[in-house]
C-alpha cells in the first residue's frame, strides 16, 4: 500500500541501499527506519511508521527489488 508520504523519484540509488541496510541487514522496522531517514536526511516525519514503509517501498523499487517479498518482509 502507498501511502503518499515519499516521491520515489527522490529516492537515489544510494539511499535506496541505506534503506536497504537499515531495514533488511540491520533488521530495522519502519518505525525505526523512518527515525534513522529522518535523522540522516532531516525528514519532518520522524518515525511515522507509514513513511518508513514508503521509503521501504521506494528504495526496493530503485534496487529492482518486489519490496512485498523476502528479503524486505
Same mark, same amino acid.
Given at each position: 500500500?502507498?501511502? =503518499?508520504?515519499?516521491?520515489? +523519484?527522490?529516492?537515489?540509488? +544510494? ?6 541496510? *537499515?531495514?533488511?541487514r ?10 534513522a531517514?529522518? +535523522?540522516? *536526511? /532531516?525528514? +519532518?516525519? /520522524?518515525? =511515522?511508521?507509514?513513511? /518508513? ?11 529492482g527489488? =518486489?519490496?512485498?517479498?523476502?528479503? *524486505? =518482509?
Open positions: 500500500m502507498k501511502h =503518499n508520504l515519499v516521491d520515489p +523519484e527522490t529516492i537515489t540509488t +544510494e539511499m535506496a541501499v541505506q534503506i536497504r541496510t *537499515w531495514r533488511v540491520e533488521g530495522f522496522s519502519w518505525r525505526a527506519v523512518a527515525q531517514a529522518s +535523522e540522516l *536526511w /532531516g525528514s +519532518e516525519y /520522524g518515525s =511515522n511508521q507509514l513513511y /518508513g514503509e514508503d521509503l521501504c517501498v521506494a528504495a526496493a523499487r530503485v534496487l527489488e =518486489n519490496p512485498h517479498q523476502e528479503p *524486505w =518482509n
